[in-house]
């Protein structure tokens, strides 16, 4: 992930609520100029510099060296940039008539848009909302779910439920965990309720119909037309998806009996995930069985007692083998890449760049594993984008819109092919394609099978903002939404008295999701367009972009643009073509796609 450098994160993290200052939201004056708009973005840039840099010290601190008192260090800085952006987004406002240069309107814009959600003037009611959302996290975090709550040895949170639901294979069992942790969002439906009225309140002060209007003006195109924009790639890809489905129905029906049914949705619970958004843990279950993967990366590592440092170097040669300047000397010095032994840290992994221009790190505990190995490269995926427009101006340095910065991690990750394990030396020799199906039906399981779930979240959440969903169909949508995208039915009717969003953390933490959809198709749409550029005419699975100057130098050309231009620019500086297009992942997984019409054969398929 890249660095949290967003607004909601450090507004949940705040630890004391803290009111946003009640803004004067200015009418146009006539006396305002141009030359007053570039001067304010220029100090809103200034500002930003500054402050931002504080919050990303206190929160790398933070994140290596927890204690009580780096956490309070952080939520300050956190809450004092919050501040600042929100002061100055409402601001802007007042320059919403007036004729200036591209470049400075762009900024107004995209500074309006930082927020994720944007409390009202009033202050009474901007606390409230600062307190309901910090609450509805904390509520979430804290949830617990237990079989016997006379019996603290019975309750369990989401990693031990998430655990337990990866390798149980029990339906009675599954059945209960699901159940058990859908009930602890019941009661954060009021305060979703007020949370929504409260944050289109703020919203609308923007000039935004409503805060689910006020995400998707992120995007460069009207509201509206982004919302077909993602139907249109989710059709392009629904075919593959709906032979995947079938196929693993018919599996877990082999495997479960008539719980399963024969045409219907698959039940949510026996997806090995308590969302369905990752059906990786299925893989023994629904395995070709021809034997498995023809090596393991792992025990190659492993039997090289291949250090952190050592794999964090080849990730770095992926990328100077593109025609990339060397990482800094201080990437070397300052991150964190093994897990320290004397204080407690976040393993998560993440890339930062702490003084918004060339101070990168990551920040690991790396192991010497197959997905440690490709984390690696994904992270250094973001480091090397954020020093490819430290250039900007601050409201610039992102990438081209949110879903891009995963995407080009993960396409640098799709590069981890067999081929470029034996350049580099860890591998004597490619299999051939026989394995192929395996590693293909692996990584469907976990990217395809996301697609549904990564559109509906917002779906549904765009819908309860605009009002066309009122809090008496929240529940009922969203199974609508999840039946019709994923397929996935719940075990039993879910009635109005459960709020079954809530119990997935991105609700409650209010942090919107359709940037991951977003990643997951462009990924494949970078890859295709690299690997063309890199020459590789086999089959794009094994199309590895390492060593090639040309794809590097397309790539380039794409990161430095940062944020500056609208998305469609830097897509085509990448690919030549302005258009998001989902039929990259067609094209990836076109040997599977085939390997699942043989095996579907005189089944059913959809729902
Ligand atoms: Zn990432």
């Known amino acids: 992930m890249p660095t949290p450098r967003r607004l909601l994160a450090g507004l949940l993290l705040a630890a004391v609520p803290v009111t946003i200052a009640a803004c004067r939201v200015w009418a146009p004056s006539p006396a305002l100029s141009a030359e007053d708009a570039a001067k304010f973005v220029t100090a809103v840039n200034d500002t930003m510099l500054k402050l931002g840099r504080q919050q990303q010290q206190a929160n790398w601190v933070a994140a290596t060296y927890i204690t009580s008192d780096t956490e309070a260090i952080s939520a300050r800085a956190n809450q004092a940039y919050i501040d600042a952006v929100a002061r100055n987004a409402k601001d802007a406002v007042r320059f919403n008539s007036l004729q200036v240069a591209a470049d400075v309107r762009r900024q107004l814009e995209l500074l309006k848009t930082t927020l994720t959600v944007v409390t009202p003037s009033d202050a009474r009611q901007a606390e409230e909302l600062t307190t309901l ?60 309720v007020r949370f929504v009225e409260l944050a289109n309140r703020g919203a609308k002060e923007l000039g935004f119909a409503d805060t689910g209007a006020l995400w998707r003006a992120k995007y460069d195109m009207p509201p509206d037309a982004f919302t077909r924009e993602l139907d249109r790639l989710w059709e392009q890809v629904r075919p593959l998806y709906v032979s995947l489905h079938a196929y693993v129905r018919m599996k877990l029906r082999a495997k479960y009996g008539d719980i399963v049914p024969e045409k219907g949705p698959i039940p949510a619970h026996l997806m090995g995930n308590i969302w369905a958004q990752d059906w990786s843990n299925l893989a023994p279950l629904v395995a070709p069985g021809s034997g498995g993967p023809a090596y393991s990366l792992t025990d190659i590592l492993k039997s090289r007692n291949a250090g952190a440092v050592e794999m964090t170097k080849m990730g770095e040669r992926f990328f100077t083998s593109l025609g990339f300047a060397p990482l800094p000397a201080t990437f070397w010095e300052r991150s964190m890449l093994v897990k320290p032994a004397d204080r407690n840290v976040i393993c998560h992994a993440s890339a930062w760049d702490v003084d918004l221009v060339e ?249």
């Open 133 to 192: 959302t910090a609450s509805m996290e904390a509520a979430y975090g804290r949830g617990k779910w237990c079989k016997d709550p006379a019996q603290p040895a019975t309750c369990l949170d989401i990693e031990q439920i998430t655990e337990e639901m990866a390798t149980s294979r029990d339906p009675v069992r599954l059945r209960e965990l699901w159940e058990g942790w859908h009930t602890i969002s019941i009661p954060m439906k009021k305060d979703y």
């Open 359 to 607: 101070d990168l790190r990551i920040k690991m505990c790396i192991d010497p594993t197959e997905e440690d190995f490709t984390t690696i490269h994904h992270e250094l995926g973001h480091n090397f984008y954020q020093r490819a427009y430290n250039t900007l101006p601050i409201l610039f340095r992102d990438s081209a819109n949110d879903g891009f910065h995963e995407a080009v991690g993960d396409t640098i990750a799709l590069s981890v092919t067999p081929e470029y394990l034996v350049k580099i030396g860890l591998l004597d020799k490619a299999p051939d394609a026989s394995g192929d199906i395996d590693l293909l039906l692996a990584r469907a399981l976990e990217k395809i099978a996301f697609l549904p779930f990564g559109l509906l979240i917002d779906q549904w959440r765009w819908q309860v903002f605009s009002g066309q969903v009122p809090p008496d169909q929240y529940n009922k949508v969203w199974w609508d939404l999840r039946l019709k995208y994923q397929g996935v039915a719940p075990p039993e009717m879910r009635g109005e008295q459960f709020f079954d969003p809530g119990a997935k953390y991105h609700v409650p933490a209010v942090t919107p999701y359709t940037r991951y959809f977003l990643a997951h198709i462009l990924q494949f749409q970078f890859h295709r367009a690299l690997a063309t550029l890199a020459g590789c005419t086999g089959p794009l699975n094994r199309c590895s972009i390492y060593e090639s100057k040309v794809a590097g130098a397309r790539l380039e050309a794409m990161l430095k643009l940062g944020q500056s231009k609208p998305w469609p620019d830097a897509l085509e500086a990448l690919t030549g073509s302005r258009d998001m297009d989902a039929t990259a992942i067609r094209d990836y997984f076109a040997p599977l796609q085939t390997w699942l019409d043989e095996q579907l054969k005189g089944q059913p398929t959809g729902w």
